[in-house]
C-alpha cells in the first residue's frame, strides 16, 4: 500500500484528494492546520497529522510523527495554502511575508525534510497545486499570485535538479474550483488591509461584492476534476509537468503562448 501525505485537507480540494485516494487503496496521511480539523480527518478514518505550514516546528513534528507510522513515503501533495487579497501598494511587507510563509517557505521546507527518504527508496511523486494565477497575473490579488509564480519556479528547478533520479514532479493548475477560498480570501483581506485611505475603494468595492457573493464563477468545476489529475500524477509512468484543469486556465496558457503581452495585460486587466 502506497503512502501519501497530503498539506490542507480541512475542505475543499486536501478533502475531496485525501477522500478520493483513500478510496483507491493508498495509505493516506491527511494534516491540517487545527486540531479541530485533525480530529474531524480522524473521525473519517484517516491518519491525520497536525501541520501549521508557516510553523517549522509543527513540519519536523509532522514529518517525525509520519515515519513513526510508515517506513516510506511515495507521495506529498503540497496543496495547503490560502490567498491574500488586495492592491499590492496596500500590502506591507509583513502580510507578504506571511503569505511566502505558508505557500511558499512551508511547501519548500517539507518537501527538502521528505527528498532524502524518497531518495534512498529509488522513487517518488511530488505534486504541487498551484494555480491559473501561477502563470498570469491579475489585479488585487499580489500577494498569492507571486506566491504562485514562486512555486512554480522553485518546482521547474527541483525537475531539472532531480533529473537523474525516479522522484518525478507535477504541477496542477486548477483555475475555478469549488471550494472555501474566496471566503478565506475575505477574511485575510480584512484582517491585513487598511482600507481607510486607500486609493482603491472603489474597485475594493467590487472585489468584497464578489468575494461574498457565494456563487461560483463562470467555468468552476468540482474538486473531482484535480483529483482526476493528481491520479494520473501518481499512476502514470511518464506523469505530465503541468496539469492544466479548468477551461479559464487552459485558455490563459494559450493566450500566453500566442498574444503580445500588451494584449495579455488588455485582457486580464479586466478579468
Known amino acids: 500500500m502506497k503512502s501519501v501525505l497530503i498539506t490542507g485537507c480541512s475542505t475543499g480540494i486536501g478533502l475531496c484528494i485525501a477522500i478520493g485516494l ?18 474531524k480527518l480522524q473521525d473519517l478514518g484517516f491518519e491525520a497529522l497536525y501541520l501549521d505550514l508557516p510553523s517549522s516546528d509543527s513540519i519536523k513534528s509532522a514529518v517525525f510523527k509520519l ?21 499590492l501598494e496596500d500590502i506591507s511587507k509583513a502580510v507578504l511575508e506571511k503569505q511566502f510563509q505558508t505557500n511558499v517557505f512551508g511547501w519548500h521546507e517539507l518537501t527538502n525534510l521528505l527528498l532524502s527518504r524518497m531518495r534512498d527508496s529509488g522513487s517518488g511523486r511530488i505534486i504541487y497545486i498551484s494555480s491559473v494565477l501561477g502563470f498570469v497575473a491579475m489585479p488585487f490579488r499580489g500577494p498569492y499570485i507571486a506566491s504562485k509564480f514562486a512555486i512554480e519556479g522553485l518546482v521547474s528547478t527541483l525537475r531539472l535538479e532531480l533529473c537523474n533520479t525516479n522522484i518525478k514532479f507535477s504541477v496542477i493548475q486548477p483555475g475555478p474550483i469549488e471550494s472555501k477560498f474566496r471566503q478565506n480570501a475575505y477574511k485575510a483581506f480584512k484582517e ?17 461584492k464578489r468575494l461574498n457573493s457565494g456563487k461560483n464563477v463562470k467555468f468552476t468545476l468540482s474538486p473531482d476534476a484535480v483529483l482526476k489529475c493528481t491520479i494520473h500524477a501518481l499512476e502514470s509512468n511518464s506523469p505530465k509537468n503541468y496539469y492544466r484543469v479548468t477551461f479559464p486556465t487552459k485558455l490563459f496558457a494559450l493566450l500566453g503562448n500566442i498574444l503580445p503581452s500588451k494584449w495579455m495585460d488588455n485582457i486580464l486587466k479586466r478579468s
Open 192 to 208: 491585513n488591509v487598511d482600507t481607510s485611505n486607500s486609493h482603491y475603494l472603489n474597485q475594493y468595492e467590487s472585489m468584497i
Open 67 to 87: 515515519y513513526e507510522k510508515t517506513d516510506s513515503l511515495y507521495a506529498l501533495i503540497n496543496n495547503g495554502a490560502y490567498g491574500q487579497a488586495g492592491a
Open 22 to 39: 483513500q478510496k483507491k487503496g493508498y495509505r493516506v496521511f491527511p494534516t491540517a492546520r487545527t486540531n479541530e480539523d485533525v480530529k
